[in-house]
């Protein structure tokens, strides 16, 4: 593992959870109901504290005063690596519930594999994010039941949110140049997730899409979609506006 | 040989004491646990004539672990103390098994009920058998999960099918 590797796999990590957390919080407020409101808000909560564990790692490795918040709020859109599907509209209840479900499912079984990694910080936030990521995992899939077996308009909607975010799925399998040093097994990754998403759909009483179906990347290597500058406009703008501002 | 052992329990009342101290640090969202309580503080250490106090979060996000590293260095300021260090470390990863006895009977007498020891229940798996949580207020175990996320990262939030009062559980970790 190289050091430049071990920055970006880093900023890498901290991207897909700071902008997920992000799009998290755009619910605080909206939800349904009081309680799925304030799980989301602690979902957020817990992905930007993992968010910020990694920028201030990657900090620490970049040095020349780069800090967590110079990470976060003033890199533009094409040195974001986040993957696509974490970047993608929260669209309604259904779309936000699987989006997240698919995250999680893959945030578990991508740290259970990291908390034997050899280097020791990645090694130590991944294995107190686990913690936190299995309560994100059995919240998400109990909803996706709910709504897959639930009533004829539930199933509409999470089957239009299946057809929505499938697409993006694939790129989380797909390594970028700074993952192939990292000591992951990606077949493994790819076939436990897989595993888990088949389990939860039979109870949600939902069909796996196609296998090897067309699939979208580019965010991991700073191709984004239009949503990911919109993203950035409203979380960087105090930043951007006002530099150095702190409270 | 007599000044080295003289010199080390000189150390350990030292660190006993700024462990004492710290006592009057408390979780400014649960502000009936002090940060012992709560098992927060991995180590003391005396530096030369620096004290270094090494925590570590309880959830990745607590919004609290800014204010207790500022309230740990205030408390130690007002007890004479120069030169404070506070280290942040991530591992060992903080459990809910750390709480202190005296933290989970403090707890109860808030009206939150203490963790269970983290066991099996913390897995993945969907509509799992409901952990028994036992009612703060009127001890019944008749309780059940409103939702396993509550007023912070750190707790859940049932009710109570006896005395029917909703209650905050905190929950294994
Ligand atoms: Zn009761």
């Given at each position: 593992m190289n050091q430049e590797s071990i920055i970006n796999y880093t900023i890498h990590l901290a991207d897909n959870a700071?902008?997920?957390?992000?799009?998290?919080?755009?619910?605080c407020g909206h939800g349904p109901i009081l309680e799925q409101d304030i799980a989301l808000s602690n979902?957020?909560?817990?992905?930007?504290?993992?968010?910020?564990?990694?920028?201030?790692?990657?900090?620490?490795?970049?040095?020349?005063?780069?800090?967590?918040?110079?990470?976060?709020?003033?890199r533009d859109a094409g040195d974001f690596k986040n993957c696509l599907l974490v970047e993608q509209p929260n669209g309604d209840w259904a779309q936000t519930i699987l989006k997240q479900f698919f995250?999680?499912?893959y945030q578990y079984y991508l740290y259970q594999q990291l908390q034997y990694n050899n280097d020791d910080q990645l090694k130590a936030i991944a294995i107190k994010s686990l913690k936190e990521v299995t309560y994100h995992v059995r919240w998400s899939s109990e909803w996706v039941i709910r709504l897959g077996d639930g009533t004829e308009e539930s199933k509409t909607r999470l089957l239009k949110a299946l057809d929505e975010l499938w697409m993006f799925t694939g790129e989380l399998f797909e390594p970028a140049s700074y993952e192939l040093n990292m000591n992951v097994d990606f077949d493994l990754l790819k076939e436990e997730w897989t595993k888990k998403i088949q389990s939860v759909f039979e109870e949600a009483t939902i069909a796996m899409p196609a296998k090897n179906n067309w699939h979208q990347s580019g965010g991991k290597k700073g191709k984004h979609s239009e949503h990911l500058g919109y993203i950035l406009a409203e979380m960087q703008?105090?930043?951007?506006?006002?530099?150095n501002s702190a409270w | 040989m007599i000044n080295l052992i003289a010199m080390i329990t000189e150390e350990n009342i030292s660190i006993k004491k700024v462990y004492s101290i710290l006592e009057a640090v408390t979780d400014p969202e649960v502000p009936v646990l002090s940060i012992i309580d709560l098992g927060i503080?991995?180590?003391?250490?005396?530096?030369?004539?620096?004290?270094?106090?090494?925590?570590?979060?309880?959830?990745s996000g607590c919004p609290a672990m800014d204010f207790i590293k500022v309230n740990i260095r205030m408390v130690l300021l007002q007890e004479g103390y120069q030169k404070i260090k506070v280290t942040?470390?991530?591992?060992?990863?903080?459990?809910?098994?750390?709480?202190?006895?005296?933290?989970?009977?403090?707890?109860?007498?808030?009206?939150?009920?203490?963790?269970?020891?983290?066991?099996?229940?913390?897995?993945p798996d969907s509509f799992q058998k409901e952990e028994a949580i036992q009612c703060p207020r009127c001890?019944?175990?008749?309780?059940?999960?409103?939702?396993?996320?509550?007023?912070?990262?750190?707790?859940?939030l049932y009710q109570c099918l006896d005395c029917k009062e909703p209650?905050?559980?905190?929950?294994?970790h």
């Open positions: 700071l902008i997920m957390g992000h799009r998290n919080s755009e619910w979902i957020s909560l817990d992905l930007i504290g993992q968010a910020r564990n990694y920028y201030q790692y990657a900090a620490t490795v970049i040095g020349n005063n780069t800090t967590e918040d110079s990470l976060a709020y003033l995250f999680s499912v703008f105090v930043q951007r506006a006002y530099p | 503080v991995k180590d003391v250490l005396l530096n030369d004539d620096e004290i270094e106090v090494i925590i570590t979060p309880t959830y942040q470390v991530l591992s060992p990863a903080w459990t809910t098994d750390w709480m202190t006895e005296q933290g989970k009977e403090k707890l109860k007498a808030y009206g939150i009920a203490p963790p269970n020891s983290a066991q099996s229940v913390c897995t001890n019944s175990y008749h309780t059940h999960l409103i939702s396993q996320f509550g007023s912070t990262a750190c707790k859940a209650f905050d559980y905190f929950k294994c």
